[in-house]
């Protein structure tokens, strides 16, 4: 998305530790005749364009993984961009729009009152936050994964026992019952991947959204 960003986001840095996932879900304005993202999806392509989604700008992470959507189940929907996740949530709760990807923690208070309706977690597994909403794969479309990620780098070239040393006090943290509540709290999980794993997640990331961001000629604004 970002053509001459300075430096390369494999090369340029050595993976430590990945930390925490927030997993993101759909969520739509109750007026929606659709119970189930597969219903959703025939919608969309019954009539294309005419559902239209909240994302926190284009290029954000609710609006690529509406384009895989889109790309994978070759439905369409229209996009409006906000100026934050949060502000597209809301738009989809006044019906200004029809629904919005964003993290479950989000959304679950206002699935839970009914105000939304829960779809689909972009997981591969149900979350806490939303346990009665299926995931993707549940839903029907299993190459649906949009997963917030966070984790820990360091400039290449940083020696190895120090890489390790700061993966082996990661790992303590993240293991502290306090560090886990809080994340949890924010409907995120916490993880503790080695640096190979993290690195080899970051590659399949790296490619999977490329090919998103290419196929739909996403460009930075």
Do not use: C
């Amino acid at each position: 998305m970002y053509p001459k960003v300075g430096y390369d986001p494999l090369r340029d840095f050595v993976p430590i530790a990945m930390v925490s996932t927030i997993p993101n879900g759909l969520v739509i304005h109750p007026s929606v005749p659709a119970k189930s993202l597969r219903e959703l999806v025939q919608l969309a392509r019954a009539q294309p364009g005419k559902i239209a989604y909240g994302s926190g700008g284009v290029g954000s992470a609710n609006h690529l993984a509406v384009e895989l959507l889109q790309g994978t189940s070759k439905a369409r929907f229209t996009h409006i961009p906000y100026k934050s996740a949060g502000f597209g949530l809301v738009g989809a709760m006044t019906g200004d729009v029809d629904m919005v990807v964003i993290v479950v923690a989000s959304a679950a208070p206002y699935v839970k009152d009914g105000r939304m309706r829960g779809l689909a977690v972009f997981d591969t597994k149900r979350s806490a936050s939303m346990p009665d909403v299926p995931t993707s794969a549940e839903a029907g479309f299993p190459q649906i994964q949009a997963v917030n990620w966070y984790g820990l780098l360091a400039p290449a070239g940083t020696p190895r026992p120090i890489i390790e040393r700061l993966h082996a006090e990661s790992v303590k943290v993240m293991a502290e019952p306090q560090t886990r509540e809080r994340l949890r709290a924010q409907g995120g999980e916490p993880d503790s991947r080695a640096p190979e794993e993290f690195a080899a997640f970051m590659r399949a990331e790296h490619a999977r959204w490329g090919k998103v961001i290419r196929e739909a000629k996403i460009k930075a604004e």
